[in-house]
């Protein structure tokens, strides 16, 4: 079981990684006026969602079902990992939104500002204190 807690942590960190530099992208390629920078994001975009943020997502969520899997009866009474679940719900609803913006960058079709990237990449934040909260101190 440690085993299986260390991968996912490691996973996590890495998913957390791309969530949080991602949206940073976003930032400067909504400001970037340059074809040669607008290209360099589309490069750096497509290879963090697809090569990074995509692979530890689901490594995340494989470990972690493996981890309650390993023991179910523990595992789902405790009610801040149904929090915990939830928030993570809500994480794969952002990584699945950062894709979308990812493909409006792609495709020269973005719509929105540098200014709504910026508060875009505080979401996960929020989420990562709080996951980290419920998991540390269990508070029910």
């Known amino acids: 079981m440690l ?3 260390a991968f996912h942590v490691i996973a996590v960190i890495c998913w ?3 969530l949080f530099y991602l949206p940073r992208l976003f930032v ?3 400001q970037a006026n340059d074809k040669e920078s607008i290209e360099r994001f589309k490069i750096m975009e497509r290879k963090l969602y697809r090569g990074i943020m995509w692979p530890s997502m689901v490594f995340t969520i494989a470990l972690g079902i ?3 899997v390993k023991a179910p009866d523990y595992h789902l009474a405790q009610h801040w990992l149904h929090a915990k679940l939830a928030l ?7 990584h699945f939104f950062c894709g979308y913006y990812r493909e409006q960058f792609a495709n ?3 719509q929105k500002s540098h200014v709504f990237y910026r508060v875009f990449n505080e979401l996960p934040v929020l989420l990562l ?7 540390m101190v269990k508070p029910f």
């Open 3 to 5: 085993w299986l807690k």
């Open 28 to 30: 400067y390629h909504a």
């Open 16 to 18: 957390f990684a791309g």
């Open 108 to 110: 020269d079709n973005n």
């Open 129 to 135: 204190f709080a996951i980290v909260i419920l998991v």
């Open 88 to 94: 993570v719900t809500l994480l794969v609803i952002y």
């Open 66 to 68: 493996a981890m309650i």
